[in-house]
């Protein structure tokens, strides 16, 4: 099983905020859907062998984690993915992990207890960063995880601690968008055969 984790400082962390259907105004949502779409959909199909996790730390309640594994029991289409998002954040429930739908939960916790978390599950966590050592080089396990951030990328604090603990992995000498880094991040993965 393969991971993402994005995170947004901006999301919005509530179905509500997405309710007035500017993506934009809620953090740049687009983005969050664009990689969401890049991390488990295929042509004519899913990645059944994918999990995404979404950290918003955007207002009125953050920070919140989404956790999405496609399941045969969600029928999502890409155009349904922002509705999917705000199904899930209006169904949070304080103080508890909720499955919404089959593979579909949300809480409240923070970005570095995720990545903490996932780790002592032994998957084995990469930060994304232009300057790391080239995805094509470096030795993983058959449950990685990979964390990339928004536009705004990931936290100076956050990302000096997660340097220390984790390897940056680079996908290229350019920056991409975060849809981009996801797609190469698969496609990599399916050429190892992870």
Do not use: W
Request: hydrophobic share 40%.
């Amino acid at each position: 099983m393969r991971h993402f984790i994005y995170f947004s400082a901006s999301a919005a962390t509530s179905g509500k905020a997405l309710s007035g259907g500017d993506l934009m105004k809620a953090g740049r949502m687009d983005i969050a859907i664009h990689s969401f779409i890049q991390g488990v959909f295929l042509s004519h199909g899913f990645r059944k062998d994918t999990t995404f996790h979404f950290v918003f730390y955007g207002m009125p309640d953050p920070p919140k984690h989404i956790e999405i594994t496609v399941t045969d029991e969600v029928v999502v289409s890409k155009k349904d993915v922002g509705v999917l998002i705000k199904k899930i954040l209006y169904k949070y429930k304080p103080g508890e992990k909720t499955e919404v739908f089959p593979g579909c939960f949300v809480e409240k916790k923070s970005f570095l207890k995720v990545v903490e978390d996932l780790t002592k599950k032994g998957i084995e966590c990469f930060v994304l960063e232009k300057n790391g050592e080239s995805i094509r080089e470096i030795e993983m396990s058959e449950s990685p995880c990979f964390i990339l951030g928004d536009h705004e990328g990931l936290p100076k604090k956050e990302m000096k601690r997660l340097k220390q603990l984790l390897t940056p992995v680079s996908i290229g000498p350019h920056m991409y968008f975060a849809s981009q880094t996801v797609a190469v991040v698969n496609n990599e993965l399916d050429f190892r055969g992870i």
